[in-house]
């Protein structure tokens, strides 16, 4: 069973550009979280989706930044004309049932670099 | 004030040592207590976590949570060079969902 995947690993993108991250769950799970790590800074919860289904989206910057996580394929997150500050690395992990803490799993993060 | 503060670190240790590790709290509302540990550019790895107060031991590790002082703690014994990473601290408020929310962790260097 492989873990939560995730891609691409590294991406580069110029200011102004679009950035599209992918996570696939692992399998049997159908609960999904997106968490950002800013340099020198803790995980902090962007978004929580189950399939087709955003549950909650607290954490998500208002402008510029949306997620889905459709009946079929991988959750993306997606960053609209990206600025210095979206930087980071962004990690999503997934679980069974709605229980984050004990049941989750994280993926390997995509390290997004803005130039 | 922080929700979850901890000390970023650098801990450097000689193998062998007792490690300490710690976090402070604010919000009197969490219940659950976990530990990752992250390696250099990594996922978080889930290590262990604890319900209210009390300790928890799973091998070298032990987690305590001092809910009164709003306190936690992970002990590493008999410390490896495979420990160097970073340790980051998380809690929730309840086992449903409840978002979790991370210390920003301590980086350990465990040298030979």
């Known amino acids: 069973n492989a873990g939560v995947m995730q891609n691409p690993r590294h991406l580069v993108r110029r200011r102004g550009q679009e950035a599209r991250l992918r996570c696939s769950p692992m399998?049997?799970?159908?609960?999904v979280y997106w968490y950002r790590q800013l340099p020198e800074e803790g995980l902090k919860f962007m978004v929580y989706l189950q399939k087709e289904n955003i549950i909650d989206e607290s954490g998500m910057p208002k402008e510029r930044f949306s997620a889905e996580f459709p009946k079929e394929g991988p959750s993306i997150l997606r960053i609209q004309q990206v600025v210095r500050g979206d930087s980071a690395a962004y990690f999503c992990?997934?679980?069974?049932?709605?229980?984050?803490?004990?049941?989750?799993?994280f993926g390997q993060g995509t390290r997004l670099t803005v130039v | 004030q922080k929700e979850v503060e901890q000390d970023p670190g650098p801990l450097s240790v000689p193998e062998g040592a007792i490690v300490s590790l710690n976090c402070t709290y604010s919000?009197?509302?969490?219940?659950?207590f976990m530990w990752y540990r992250q390696y250099s550019r990594k996922g978080p790895e889930l290590l262990m976590y604890t319900y209210s107060s009390g300790n928890k031991e799973d091998g070298r590790f032990t987690a305590q949570v001092d809910k009164s002082s709003k306190y936690i703690s992970l002990f590493i014994r008999d410390s490896q060079p495979s420990d160097s990473a970073t340790y980051l601290c998380a809690m929730q408020v309840s086992s449903g969902y409840s978002t979790l929310t991370f210390g920003k962790g301590t980086m350990l260097l465990v040298s030979p």
């Open positions: 992990a997934s679980s069974p049932v709605d229980r984050l803490g004990t049941e989750a799993f």
């Open positions: 399998k049997g799970h159908s609960h």
């Open positions: 919000n009197s509302a969490f219940q659950y």
